[in-house]
């Protein structure tokens, strides 16, 4: 089996199984055991090449609409649905039954699953979609790994680069973990929910069935079956 780039060594807190389930995915490879789950984003574009080269540089066997913009090295599964003014940059996978929606822009090394929505001007880069995935309003998701039926709400943004451009560093347990990425968004687990306009700090790590509230502005590390709630005080006066 090929080898898609090379392996970094890490502690093994978050292994990947502990947030997606690898049978809502044809592309479990990119997913190496004994690794974090981030890893996996330093592969997309060379396991993408690799498959690219074995069903054709640029296959379409979905529904392309003629105003769309597809370029070269773009697979379209059969059942997929690409709307006028959609574009889609190679290399990129669409899944079966996946529709990406009229204004999303979906740029390089983009893996997306089977009946995925990828919606209005939404914006994707080097990630990887589960099936079932929604994402379907005023989005960005660079760098990030979304799991089996994960739904970001309007307006959600997967915050890619640090401010001072530093490598992305998880909050752990034990303390901080250094990735060596300097762009990793943020890896959402399974069936979890993102409430519109939550904004997603650089590394972080969102575990199965968990939610965030609206308006959140997220960082660290949200345990399994948890809700993020970001309690604003609100100031009602009399209008003058």
């Not at 970094?8 to 990119?30: I, Q, V």
Request: charged fraction near 25%.
């Amino acid at each position: 089996m090929r080898d898609f780039g090379e392996s970094t060594a890490f502690p093994m807190p978050f292994p990947a199984h502990e947030f997606l389930d690898f049978s809502e995915t044809e592309h479990e490879r990119l997913f190496v055991a004994g690794e974090p789950v981030w890893t996996a984003l330093t592969r997309i574009g060379a396991y993408l090449e690799e498959r690219l080269e074995r069903v054709g540089s640029s296959r379409q066997e979905g529904s392309v609409d003629p105003r769309a913009i597809v370029g070269d090295r773009v697979y379209v599964a059969p059942g997929a649905v690409i709307e006028a003014n959609a574009v889609v940059k190679g290399p990129a996978w669409i899944g079966s039954g996946t529709v990406v929606r009229s204004g999303a822009y979906v740029r390089e090394n983009v893996i997306v699953g089977s009946d995925c929505v990828l919606g209005n001007s939404s914006e994707f880069k080097n990630c990887v979609l589960f099936n079932r995935c929604e994402v379907p309003h005023f989005n960005y998701v660079g760098d990030s790994i979304l799991g089996f039926r994960a739904h970001l709400g309007a307006g959600v943004i997967c915050s890619n680069v640090r401010l001072d451009r530093e490598p992305v560093k998880v909050r752990g347990e034990g303390g901080f973990i250094d990735t060596g990425l300097r762009k990793f968004g943020a890896v959402i687990g399974d069936r979890t929910e993102i409430g519109c306009n939550a904004v997603l700090s650089p590394g972080s790590i969102l575990g199965r069935d968990a939610i965030v509230y609206p308006l959140t502005s997220w960082q660290g590390v949200l345990p399994a079956r948890h809700i993020a709630k970001s309690h604003g005080e609100m100031h009602i006066v009399e209008r003058r």
